[in-house]
């Protein structure tokens, strides 16, 4: 198994770059094809009063700027990838919903991996339930580039984090191409069960047994959480192992609900300081 078609989402001309490095590092490693989407947001102009009319110079100048966008995305796509020789294609959606329109879904379906920026307030870009679109609606493992200035390292050290979940669980196989290059990967299981049905010693054992099997070095930890969030304990763990990665299941209980009050994906998506890779 390898990522042979990576999407690269390229929210805003602040971070096209550094999505479009960490896309073009993992296709050099792999032989893969790497496609560049970019979705432009049409102008909307809310009228407040029956009589009131938007000043067409302030609309034109508002296209303007999101056209000057978009083509500021694809010039950095397309410089990079052309500097590195790697085969690629540009792809453009405009419409209203953005991230959640069907082309993009239908291109992030199609692909093996799909990276796209961690999301940030600050820029210009799509907000966080864009993305959660594309984690929740694209069937495929979404590989969020971290807020931080490191551009991509090689990852040697991988956190796999676990709790025997539905989601844990594809995300483990899903990221296989990056568990099998590491130099080490560590299942880490927080505060896990230790009762008469499972105990907390072998949580994580069994799925450590078949990555083995994959060439997977391997190891197998436990924590507790000490009235920290999930998020946090996370980030902790990572920093401590010195990880590369954070490889994590998606997940939530109603999409309503998710938005309203949060949950460890969103956390995750907002703070992590390592890349994560996520699978629902």
């Known amino acids: 198994m390898t990522y042979k078609t990576i999407v690269a989402v ?3 001309a602040e971070d096209a770059g550094k999505v479009t490095d960490h896309a073009l590092a993992l296709a050099r490693r792999t032989g893969g094809h790497v496609i560049g989407i970019h979705a432009e947001a049409p102008v909307v102009v809310t009228l407040i009063a029956p009589m009131e009319y938007p000043d067409p110079n302030a609309v034109l100048q508002l ?3 999101a056209r000057e966008q978009s083509r500021a995305v694809e010039q950095a796509f397309r ?3 052309e500097r590195d020789d790697i085969s690629y294609e540009w792809r453009l959606f405009t419409g209203s919903a953005g991230y959640a329109s069907a082309g993009v879904i ?3 379906r199609a692909a093996d991996i799909v990276l796209a920026g961690q999301f940030d307030p600050d820029l210009d870009g799509p907000a966080r339930e864009d993305i959660e679109d594309l984690l929740y609606e694209s069937g495929r493992p979404v590989y969020l580039v971290s807020n931080a200035p490191a551009g991509p390292e090689p990852i040697d050290r991988v956190l796999l984090a676990w709790n025997g979940s539905r989601e844990a669980t594809r995300a483990a196989f899903d990221a296989l191409p990056f568990l099998t290059a ?3 990967v560590e299942i880490f299981t927080i505060d896990p069960p230790d009762n008469s049905m499972q105990s907390a010693d072998y949580c994580g054992a069994e799925l450590a047994t078949t990555l083995a099997r994959h060439g997977v070095k391997i190891s197998v ?3 507790s959480s000490a009235h920290h969030s999930v998020a946090e304990t996370l980030n902790r763990r990572a920093t401590e192992i010195d990880a590369g990665l954070i490889v994590m299941g998606a ?3 109603s999409r309503l609900r998710q938005r309203l009050f949060g949950g460890v994906t969103s956390a995750m998506m907002r703070g992590a300081r390592v ?3 996520m699978s629902r």
């Open 10 to 12: 390229l929210s805003a």
């Open 106 to 108: 239908d291109s992030a």
């Open 182 to 184: 590491a130099k080490e």
């Open 63 to 65: 296209q303007e700027r």
């Open 275 to 277: 890349p994560v890779l």
């Open 251 to 253: 997940y939530s209980h």
């Open 79 to 81: 410089a990079r990838c």
């Open 221 to 223: 930890a436990s924590g």
